[in-house]
Nanobody, 124 residues
């Protein structure tokens, strides 16, 4: 069983920055991703990074968020700049065990292992 632990969340004002980290007990060779959820809404994809380093972002975060990983440290990151109130939510990291083509932000059902989440709150 792979375990993932997120950290780095917090409360910031609009325009601020945060860096989320996700340490996995497995490795980061597989595709991984960040997802977020607001109470009362479905969880949505934010960004994914493939085993070859290919990154994908949903439109609302393009140009502001950067996903990366350090395979030597088994750690996934999400650098978030220019934060907006609509970025508020619980952020989860996850590992995809399917073929890379399926591991995209809009296919979270292919992500098998999930962390417990870290809260991000952006105030206006």
């Amino acid at each position: 069983q792979v375990q993932l632990v997120e950290s780095g969340g917090g409360s910031v004002q609009a325009g601020g920055s945060l860096r989320l980290s996700c340490v996995t007990s497995g490795d980061t060779v597989n595709a991984m991703g960040w997802f977020r959820q607001v109470p009362g809404k479905e969880r949505e994809g934010v960004a994914t990074i493939g085993s070859d380093g290919t990154t994908r972002y949903v439109d609302p975060v393009k140009g502001r968020f950067t996903i990366s990983k350090d395979n030597a440290k088994n750690t996934l990151y999400l650098e978030m700049n220019g934060l907006k109130p609509e970025d508020t939510g619980m952020y989860y990291c996850a590992t995809c065990t399917a073929l890379a083509w399926f591991c995209t932000p809009d296919r979270q059902h292919f992500f098998r292992y999930w962390g417990q989440g870290t809260q991000v709150t952006v105030s206006s």
